[in-house]
């Protein structure tokens, strides 16, 4: 049997079902490969020949001059099965099955699928979907997505695998636009006629590109498996779970979307939860997330200190930190007696530490510099979250920003609100120098819950197997 690497490493392509029309997904694929610079051959298989974006159609999958290592089917259900066999006797390592109408719709689309699955297993070829995108391959420009661009295969770390296809396509475009969230590799599971989530956390944990791995599931195929996955992935890299399908609702939409029977979701979360995998609730808390391990050391401790000049933000902020567990930073004698240096008030001067209207007398760089030195400097104080205002363009955070690219000893957030033009500037300027900037600070606390979280965990098990090894040193 094939391995998913051995698929992703594919040097060559052919797309069948890909179509005369310029406009159509099975010859957006051809143009897409061209244009994101992938370097093997590519052919089109159409009945009727001929050529589109400037690729050769061949009349059958026999008639093409190279191997082929992977196939992208774009043809009607009740052909795949016959395609799929074709594909074995060429020799194919993997196939990505991009067609809908297959278990997901009715009986019939069952059986189609069924049958699939009995020619990937006698045969060895890796299959993807039905009903997906496929594959990204950032490393060598390969991709199946027919939504790709070339920002979309500029190489990242973080490592996506979804049972949906509109994240491998529309939410890997909008992360690769985001500065410094770009990813490694994408997997495109579908209905998991065969590749399935433990196969793409086991490629994921082996895989250098990969720093951190998000998943989208609205099923769990084989759960014991899974946990065993997940646990193994998340001891060497994070692995962050969005979940569709908690409802009731969502789980029975789940069944006509990709064919998944959705777990109890009380069983899922303390599941995870004990494999050492992070649970998120939305794209965006997903998004805060993946900015903080990727740009950020963990924490060493849950207190959090807090700079603003918007009382009702922080006041909401320690509510959520309050609700995750966390505590708020109790700051040293030194750092009060520094902090005293740009605010005179000795109420403004606790945690949360308020900017107004001090700044007014030593100005806004001057005064935000000094509080975050020195709650950089208190081991009391184990992350930031420094909330401001979008209005004076990014000049006045240039000399945070200086002072963070030479030492980042603990996780520092930023949140800015303002008019839409200028939070996007600033959240631009954050994000070139790697520093996350969420547009709400209770998205950055829950990504410092998150951080946490697996510090505390990591440090447990590290502890545990000192002890383990003390027993055993002990009975020796």
Same mark, same amino acid.
């Given at each position: 049997?094939?391995?998913?690497?051995?698929?992703?490493?594919?040097?060559?392509?052919?797309?069948?079902?890909?179509?005369?029309?310029?406009?159509?997904?099975?010859?957006?694929?051809?143009?897409?490969?061209?244009?994101?610079?992938?370097?093997?051959?590519?052919?089109?298989?159409?009945?009727?020949?001929?050529?589109?974006?400037?690729?050769?159609?061949?009349?059958?999958?026999?008639?093409?001059?190279?191997?082929?290592?992977?196939?992208?089917?774009?043809?009607?259900?009740?052909?795949?099965?016959?395609?799929?066999? =074709? #594909?074995?006797?060429?020799?194919?390592?993997?196939?990505?099955?991009?067609?809908?109408?297959?278990?997901?719709?009715?009986?019939?689309?069952?059986?189609?699928?069924?049958?699939?699955?009995?020619?990937?297993?006698?045969?060895?070829?890796?299959?993807?979907?039905?009903?997906?995108?496929?594959?990204?391959?950032?490393?060598?420009?390969?991709?199946?997505?027919?939504?790709?661009?070339?920002?979309?295969?500029?190489?990242?770390?973080?490592?996506?695998?979804?049972?949906?296809?509109?994240?491998?396509?529309?939410?890997?475009?909008?992360?690769?636009?985001?500065?410094?969230?770009?990813?490694?590799?994408?997997?495109?599971?579908?209905?998991?006629?065969?590749?399935?989530? #433990?196969?793409?956390?086991?490629?994921?944990?082996?895989?250098?590109?990969?720093?951190?791995?998000?998943?989208?599931? =609205?099923?769990?195929?084989?759960?014991?498996?899974?946990?065993? =996955?997940?646990?193994?992935?998340?001891?060497?890299?994070?692995?962050?779970?969005?979940?569709?399908?908690?409802?009731?609702?969502?789980?029975?939409?789940?069944?006509?979307?990709?064919?998944?029977?959705?777990?109890?979701?009380?069983?899922?979360?303390?599941?995870?939860?004990?494999?050492?995998?992070?649970?998120?609730?939305?794209?965006?808390?997903?998004?805060?997330?993946?900015?903080?391990?990727?740009?950020?050391?963990?924490?060493?401790?849950?207190?959090?200190?807090?700079?603003?000049?918007?009382?009702?933000?922080?006041?909401?902020?320690?509510?959520?930190?309050?609700?995750?567990?966390?505590?708020?930073?109790? /700051?040293?004698?030194?750092?009060?007696?520094?902090?005293?240096?740009?605010?005179?008030?000795?109420?403004?001067?606790?945690?949360?530490?308020?900017? /107004?209207?001090?700044?007014?007398?030593?100005?806004?760089?001057?005064?935000?510099?000094?509080?975050?030195?020195?709650?950089?400097?208190?081991?009391?104080?184990?992350?930031?979250?420094?909330?401001?205002?979008?209005?004076?363009?990014?000049?006045?955070?240039?000399?945070?920003?200086?002072?963070?690219?030479?030492?980042?000893?603990?996780?520092?957030?930023?949140?800015?609100?303002?008019?839409?033009?200028?939070?996007?500037? #600033?959240?631009?300027?954050?994000?070139?120098?790697?520093?996350? #900037?969420?547009?709400?600070?209770?998205?950055?606390?829950?990504?410092?819950?998150?951080?946490?979280?697996?510090?505390?965990?990591?440090?447990?098990?590290?502890?545990?197997?000192?002890?383990?090894?003390?027993?055993?040193?002990?009975?020796?």
């Amino acid at each position: 049997m094939y391995s998913v690497r051995e698929v992703l490493d594919s040097r060559s392509v052919a797309v069948i079902g890909a179509s005369r029309d310029p406009l159509k997904p099975g010859a957006l694929i051809l143009k897409v490969l061209k244009d994101v610079g992938f370097e093997g051959p590519v052919a089109g298989v159409n009945p009727q020949g001929g050529e589109i974006h400037g690729v050769r159609l061949y009349r059958s999958l026999a008639e093409i001059p190279f191997p082929v290592d992977l196939a992208v089917m774009l043809i009607p259900p009740a052909a795949v099965p016959g395609a799929v066999a =074709e #594909c074995a006797l060429r020799g194919v390592k993997g196939i990505v099955i991009s067609s809908e109408g297959f278990a997901e719709a009715d009986e019939t689309g069952r059986k189609y699928q069924e049958e699939i699955r009995k020619i990937l297993t006698e045969s060895g070829m890796r299959g993807f979907g039905p009903n997906t995108l496929g594959l990204v391959n950032t490393s060598t420009r390969l991709t199946t997505s027919y939504f790709a661009d070339p920002r979309m295969l500029k190489p990242g770390s973080i490592g996506f695998a979804a049972q949906s296809g509109i994240f491998v396509g529309a939410l890997l475009r909008y992360l690769s636009s985001l500065q410094g969230l770009g990813i490694s590799k994408g997997l495109g599971l579908g209905n998991k006629v065969d590749v399935d989530e #433990c196969d793409a956390l086991s490629f994921f944990r082996q895989d250098e590109q990969t720093r951190v791995v998000g998943m989208y599931l =609205e099923g769990i195929r084989d759960g014991r498996r899974f946990l065993e =996955e997940c646990r193994e992935t998340a001891r060497v890299k994070p692995v962050l779970l969005l979940k569709g399908g908690r409802s009731q609702e969502g789980a029975r939409a789940t069944a006509s979307h990709t064919a998944s029977l959705a777990a109890d979701d009380r069983i899922v979360e303390g599941a995870v939860r004990q494999a050492g995998a992070i649970r998120v609730g939305g794209i965006d808390e997903l998004i805060a997330t993946l900015k903080g391990f990727l740009w950020m050391p963990e924490p060493l401790g849950d207190r959090l200190a807090m700079v603003t000049y918007s009382g009702a933000q922080a006041i909401m902020s320690i509510d959520r930190a309050s609700d995750l567990g966390l505590g708020l930073a109790r /700051f040293s004698q030194q750092t009060q007696e520094k902090l005293s240096e740009v605010i005179a008030t000795p109420s403004k001067a606790r945690n949360p530490v308020d900017l /107004f209207p001090d700044m007014m007398t030593h100005g806004f760089e001057k005064t935000s510099l000094r509080i975050v030195e020195a709650l950089l400097e208190d081991d009391n104080v184990h992350g930031i979250l420094f909330i401001s205002f979008a209005f004076w363009g990014t000049a006045p955070y240039q000399p945070l920003v200086d002072l963070l690219s030479k030492r980042r000893p603990k996780p520092v957030f930023f949140s800015l609100l303002g008019p839409k033009e200028e939070v996007e500037a #600033c959240r631009e300027f954050f994000e070139e120098n790697r520093l996350p #900037c969420c547009l709400f600070p209770e998205m950055a606390v829950s990504a410092f819950a998150h951080m946490w979280r697996r510090a505390r965990q990591a440090r447990a098990e590290t502890k545990q197997a000192a002890l383990s090894l003390q027993a055993v040193a002990w009975r020796a």
